[in-house]
């Protein structure tokens, strides 16, 4: 729980307004569930679905407590129906794109972390890749 799934792939049109491996990012919060922003806006999904669009992955993991695994999960659930943030702001909170989900989920958990809109700045916080796809390298 609180792991985060970096997704990329030619599948996506994202990957023509978001440079690099990945373009996309979500959460995980158990019991095979995902919660992301897209377009639709906040919502739950599957890897099962996720992996029919997106074929590059890089699972990423923050050491944390269960309470704060906790913290992330419920902070991100209940964020589902929100709308999508197609301007990319962090001025918005009810209003949230994929990476702003996870920074504030983990800023809800006591984790701050870089406010960035592209995914793969994950990369460069205190996440420890976990596995990566072979497109990756």
Partial sequence: RGDVLLLG?????????LRGVV???????G???????NPDGVETTTVEALFREYDTYILIRMPLTVEQQDAVCL?????CGAP???????????ILYCTELI?????HAGRELPARV????????????Q??????R
């Fill in 9 to 17: 792939g030619h599948r996506r049109f994202s990957r023509f307004f």
């Fill in 23 to 29: 373009a996309h990012s979500v959460l995980y919060c």
């Fill in 31 to 37: 019991d095979g569930q995902f919660v992301h922003a």
């Fill in 75 to 79: 902070y991100a659930e209940a964020q």
């Fill in 84 to 94: 999508y943030d197609f301007v990319l702001s962090m001025q918005t909170p009810r």
């Fill in 103 to 107: 920074v504030r989920a983990y800023a």
């Fill in 118 to 129: 592209h995914p793969q700045a994950f990369l460069e916080s205190a996440f420890v890749v």
């Fill in 131 to 136: 596995m990566y796809s072979r497109a990756v």
